[in-house]
Structure formats: structure tokens, C-alpha cells
């Protein structure tokens, strides 16, 4: 079976530097990965997608990659600030499967002032 | 444009009472999903629908069942909750084609005594 896994349950960065978070997958490359924001008590906010044939994708402060040689994603946060601390979910999505996503156990970001 | 709503948000149940989740969205996506959160184990999909009319076990669809009543509203039931299902309890809905992603509910919180 598909296994995920998302680098270190924590990681503690000072604000305004980059925070980057490592997502590893086994077997499979997928068709999209994605990444999500959960806060706390709250459900997973969708963040950014990147497919398969993509290498790179950003948005505002927001960087993913994609490498399916190393099957491997990072995602990164620029310019971090203390608002960007949640936890960050990455999720693949197979070719073929009714678009069911497989998620990570996630990482915890904390942006210290 | 409320998004994805689910009821109850808490919910304390005896072993081998019974309950449905129920979920909705405005959004008029064809599939819908049901995940469990728990500890360190990431979300599990239990079940999916990829459209009106059809549903599909996912990775631990043992102890429930789904019905699709209609293109807005997804249930989740259990019929004899045992402790083992205690947990966070999330709804989704995703439309195939756009790189939106999943958007998911706020949660519901079982405790199963």
C-alpha cells in the first residue's frame, strides 16, 4: 500500500525566515499532490496543487515542489509570520481513483515572533 | 455560501448506540467524501462518493455505512458504535477537473463510552 511520510511531527522556525516541509511517498507516482492547512478544531484548508508533469508551482508566499525521481514534494513558506503556525497535511491523488486523496499525518509549524 | 456543513459538531455516545453524521454542501460538487482523524494516523478515508447515486468503501469502511441521499447531503452511520470509533470525523466534497482541491467541513467530534 501507498505510504506518506511528512518530516519530523514538529518544526519550529524564527519569523520572517523560510520554512520548508519535506513530504516522501513509496511505490506509486501520483497523479496530483496537494497540500492543506489544519488548525486547530478546524477542518483542512486547501492550499495548492501540483500535477504529476509540474515541477514547481507557487502561490503568493507559497512554493511547492515536485520531484517524482526522489518522490518527493517540499513545500515552502517565505517570509514566514507567526499566523502561518498550523499544521501542514500533503495528499496524493492516484490516476484512476475517483479523485480519493491518501494524506500524510501532517507537520506542525510554530513561527516563533 | 456556506461550503461544506456538518452536523452534530459533538457527539458522546454508549457502545452499541447508534448514530448518522450528516453532511451538505452548497457547492454542487459530484463527489463526497468521509475521513476519520486520529493521532498521529493522519485522515483515513472511510467512505466516497464520486457521484450522485454511487458510493465506494475506502481504507476503513468496517463499522459503517453510507448513504448518498442526494447530490448536496452525505451520511455517515454507525450502527453499534464501539470505542475503537472514537475520533474526529470529517465530511469533504471535491469537483473533478478543477484545481480546487477538497473542501472540507469543520469536523465532528465522537466519544464512544
Known amino acids: 500500500s501507498q505510504k506518506i511520510e511528512q518530516n519530523s511531527e514538529a518544526l519550529n522556525i524564527q519569523e520572517g525566515k523560510t520554512a520548508t516541509l519535506t513530504c516522501n511517498y513509496t511505490n506509486y507516482s501520483p497523479a496530483y499532490l496537494q497540500w492543506y492547512r489544519q488548525d486547530p478544531g478546524r477542518g483542512p484548508v486547501f492550499l495548492l496543487l501540483i500535477r504529476e508533469n509540474e515541477k514547481e508551482k507557487r502561490k503568493e508566499r507559497l512554493k511547492v515542489t515536485f520531484d517524482t525521481t526522489l518522490k518527493q514534494s517540499l513545500f515552502h513558506i517565505t517570509a514566514s509570520q507567526p499566523a502561518d503556525s498550523a499544521t501542514y497535511l500533503c495528499a496524493l491523488q492516484f490516476s484512476g481513483s475517483a479523485r480519493q486523496l491518501t494524506f500524510g499525518s501532517g507537520t506542525q509549524l510554530t513561527v516563533l515572533p | 455560501n456556506a461550503g461544506v456543513t456538518q452536523t452534530p459538531k459533538f457527539q458522546v455516545l454508549k457502545t452499541g448506540q447508534s448514530m448518522t453524521l450528516q453532511c451538505a454542501q452548497d457547492?454542487?460538487?459530484?463527489?463526497m467524501y468521509w475521513y476519520r482523524q486520529d493521532p498521529g494516523m493522519g485522515l483515513r478515508l472511510i467512505y466516497y462518493?464520486?457521484?450522485?447515486?454511487?458510493?465506494d468503501k475506502g481504507e476503513v469502511p468496517n463499522g459503517y455505512n453510507v448513504s448518498r441521499l442526494n447530490k448536496r447531503e452525505f451520511s455517515l452511520r454507525l450502527e453499534s458504535a464501539a470505542p475503537s470509533q472514537t475520533s474526529v470525523y470529517f465530511c469533504?466534497?471535491?469537483?473533478?477537473?478543477?484545481?480546487?482541491?477538497?473542501?472540507f467541513g469543520s469536523g465532528t467530534r465522537l466519544t464512544v463510552v
Open positions: 457547492m454542487n460538487h459530484n463527489s
Open positions: 462518493s464520486a457521484s450522485e447515486g454511487t458510493t
Open positions: 469533504a466534497s471535491s469537483e473533478f477537473g478543477l484545481d480546487n482541491g477538497y473542501t
